[in-house]
Antibody, heavy 114, light 112 residues
């Protein structure tokens, strides 16, 4: 059974950092395209970052480029999102998902506030 | 960036009646491999999204056949042939043919 479980969210001050994790079971995380998607309260879904399962290439939305890094670890079968220089607008529920949304985790909440 | 525009944004429906949601893209969504990467999700309150339809018209396993997707180019539609109570929630389209991937605003379906 495919499962994705996010963790690592929390309250952080503007300018701070967080590392989100997505523990995967039922498939090997590095063999699939994986994404992070976020959703601010009452707002639409927003795609954040992508990592290719075939090449390892990564892409992120412009608003997080240079601040967020997506990565994956075969040994821990986990996906990560390193978030630096956090801003108020980064506050959201962050989901990891396989492919373009075949399977989703339950989300982890990030709140950026002083 | 490709703008994805859904309509309507709110859709009150009567149980057993059909419903239709439009998703229009600001650019054609045909990828270099010839496929169109337009996907539909359903999100119930307090839950993660669930994929319903991928590549415009392919229904996911376990998705009731009352859901169907159609369209091409820049105009896409999700149809529910007979709305059931469990269909309430927000429906999103997403294009993943072009970077950055972009979602529509969402269409909230509720029962009248």
């Amino acid at each position: 059974e495919v499962q994705l479980v996010e963790s690592g969210g929390g309250l952080v001050q503007p300018g701070g950092s967080l590392r989100l994790s997505c523990a995967v079971s039922g498939f090997t995380v590095t063999k699939y395209d994986m994404i992070w998607v976020r959703q601010a309260p009452g707002k639409r879904l927003e795609w954040v970052c992508f990592i290719s399962g075939s090449s390892g290439a990564t892409y992120c939305v412009d608003s997080v480029k240079g601040r967020f890094i997506i990565s994956a670890d075969t040994a821990k079968n986990s996906l990560y999102l390193q978030m630096n220089s956090l801003r108020d607008k980064d506050s959201a529920l962050y989901y990891c998902a396989r492919g373009a949304g075949t399977n989703w985790g339950q989300g982890t909440l990030v709140t950026v506030s002083s | 960036d490709v703008a994805m525009t859904q309509s309507p944004l709110s859709l009150p429906v009567t149980l057993g009646q059909p419903a239709s949601i439009s998703c229009r893209s600001s650019q054609r969504l045909v990828y270099s491999d010839g496929n169109t990467y337009l996907t539909w999700f359903h999100q119930r309150p307090g839950q993660s999204p669930r994929r319903l339809i991928y590549q415009v018209s392919n229904r996911d396993s376990g998705v009731p056949d009352r859901f169907s997707g159609s369209g091409s180019g820049t105009d896409f539609t999700l149809k529910i042939s007979r709305v059931e109570a469990e269909d309430v929630g927000v429906y999103y389209c997403i294009q993943h043919s072009l970077w950055p991937w972009t979602f529509g605003q969402g269409t909230k379906v509720e029962i009248k």
